[in-house]
């Protein structure tokens, strides 16, 4: 069992910055691909980005690429959402994921692909 604790959230303005983290707990991290989803009121788990667990292949929605960063620290068994340029429609909760990986390069994009979620972490975006 692995779980997952993020961290990071609150109300920021437009063009402002967080940095969401999520800790892991269980299983090795090394061997689990990390991702982080988010959930706007009223709308569908969106993709946001995702790393390897190697960290050598990261992946983002079209919507934040330039200005969020994913990145993970595996001996403090941590992923990080780095987000800059803030702004109003990126506020929602947001979730931090993980499975099991058997290759070095895979990561998804499909929250079904993942087994394990966090209790997500509010960001508010205000205008």
């Known amino acids: 069992q692995v779980q997952l604790v993020e961290a990071g959230g609150g109300l920021v303005q437009t063009g402002g910055s967080l940095r969401l983290s999520c800790a892991a707990s269980?299983?090795?991290?090394?061997?689990?691909?990390m991702a982080w989803f988010r959930q706007a009121p009223g709308k569908e788990r969106e993709f946001v980005a995702a790393?390897?667990?190697?960290?050598?292949?990261?992946d983002y929605a079209d919507s934040v690429k330039g200005r969020f960063t994913i990145s993970r620290d595996n001996g403090k068994s941590t992923v990080y959402l780095q987000m800059n340029s803030l702004k109003p429609e990126d506020t929602a909760v947001y979730y931090c994921?993980?499975?099991?990986?058997?290759?070095?390069?895979?990561?998804?994009?499909?929250?079904?692909?993942?087994?394990?979620w966090g209790q997500g972490t509010q960001v508010t975006v205000a205008s």
């Open positions: 790393i390897t667990r190697n960290s050598a292949g990261t």
């Open positions: 269980g299983r090795t991290f090394s061997l689990y691909a």
């Open positions: 994921a993980s499975v099991r990986t058997y290759s070095s390069d895979s990561y998804y994009h499909a929250p079904g692909d993942y087994d394990y």
